[in-house]
């Protein structure tokens, strides 16, 4: 037999021996809740099953305050104790948060109290449609507790995602449908140059140029029609003005009914990239440009080589030297980029091909860099100077020699004046016929240039003379 305790918290001193005896005995076998109860609703006992599963109920407490409807519940108790038999009846229970619950009882007459107050056992259970209110109730603290867990994580990953937006370098954003700014990271703060404080409530139009307002609504119209979109490349504007190429990547908020509620963007600065792009675009036309006039050149070169030329020996001869010469200063300029060429390198890397000893070239000059054209222009007539210097002029001859300089002309122009002089070799007198060197020493240079050129042939060597104009070359910095 179980001990009292484990099964009520009454007085049990006011119960006759022979009643605890019973109750102690049904108590222990059945699984069902058993209160004792007398006719009055007062409360001596409630066995374990019955305190769990009526724990705002204890000895003293009178069940007809948990009851929906008092009058009813003392008529069946009454009723119980004269039949003295288990009748069944139904009580409504409401518990301390408001909950009612129906209740399917038994209750018999087991003993009275000293003063003759009859002493029932109430049985009392749940039945199966209130199991399944309670079931659905345990149903409902389960997806209670399952969402709290989901917000729990949720509020970690939004924390942690939080923490990324926070230290991106991309300028991420949001906006509500009327275009104010809802959220602004320090990636935006350095793109752009406003803080938090400053957009956060403002339009976002703010740093969309004029031209890119249409672009703008568009991007919006399709968000909200529910559209995916791909990344594009387009245009916005600092605070101080200025234009910024960016890429943006565009997506729309929604709340938990699917409706859009606002927009979320993410800029990235593609300046650099798009500099880059529009240099090599640049390049490819300036190449494009070169090859059309080196073609033109070579052209040229080809026609009047043959036309001068004996043989096809000595076309072949002459005009790969020719090509040579123009070879080395494209070479050159490829080198450094396309970004012109300093003239003594340009003079080096021409007269190498023929002399190899230095007294027989003697120059002197400032440091000067020549521009693209007039690398080319220049380059083309050393060769054809040094070509004629070697067959008919003062490197033909063992004592000759030739002076090259070049200074700046005092005056507002500051052009470039270079002079050619050829000293100790042969005598030299005008050529009867106009050759294709000629053509490139006179006329190339001055139609490139847009200079005059003077070609002189004197008794004591040729002396070739032209002034650069100003623009197409610049002073080394000190």
Known sequence: ???????????????????LAHFEAIS???PRNCVVIDTQGKIHGLNPPARR???WLASGVNLMTSCADPKALKNYLVTCARTRAALPGTVHLTDPDGLETEWTCHGGLVDH??????ILILRMQIPELGKSVFAKLNDKIEALNAELEWRVRADDATAHLAAIVASSVDAIYSKDLEKVVTSW???????????????????????????????????????????????????????????????????????????????????????ERIAAVNHQKLLMQELAHRSKNQMAVISAMARQT???????????KTFEQRLQGLSVSIGLLVERGWSGAPLDQLINIQSKTFI???????????????????????????????????KYGAWSS?????????????????????????????AVKEPSHTGFGQIVIERLVAQKLSTDVKLVYSPEGVIWTFRLPAQHFSLASK
């Open 113 to 118: 109290l000293e003063d003759d107050t009859p």
């Open 356 to 390: 190899t000893e230095k007294s027989k070239l003697r120059c002197s000059g400032p440091d000067v860099t020549l521009d693209n054209v007039a690398s080319e222009a220049i380059g083309l007539a050393l060769h054809e100077l040094a070509t004629n210097s070697l």
């Open 185 to 271: 990271n320090k990636g935006a703060e350095i793109m752009f140059g406003y803080s938090a404080d400053e957009m956060i409530g403002a339009s976002i139009l703010s740093v969309v140029p004029d031209d890119k307002l249409a672009e703008e609504e568009m991007l919006l119209k399709r968000l909200r029609d529910g559209e995916i979109l791909a990344p594009i490349e387009t245009v916005r504007q600092r605070k101080d003005g200025k234009l910024i190429d960016v890429s943006i990547t565009s997506s729309p908020i929604t709340n938990r009914d699917g409706d859009v509620v606002g927009y979320s963007k993410i800029l990235r600065d593609v300046s």
């Open 1 to 19: 037999m179980l001990p009292a305790e484990t099964w009520t918290d009454a007085n049990i001193s006011e119960l006759p021996l022979k009643f």
């Open 53 to 55: 599963a009526l724990p």
């Open 28 to 30: 222990a076998a059945d």
């Open 306 to 316: 043959a036309k001068n030329s004996k043989s096809i020996q000595d076309f072949r």
């Open 398 to 426: 063992r004592s000759g020699f030739v002076t090259l300089s070049w200074e700046i002309i005092p005056g507002d122009a500051g052009d470039l004046e270079i002079v050619w002089k050829e000293q100790g070799g042969p």
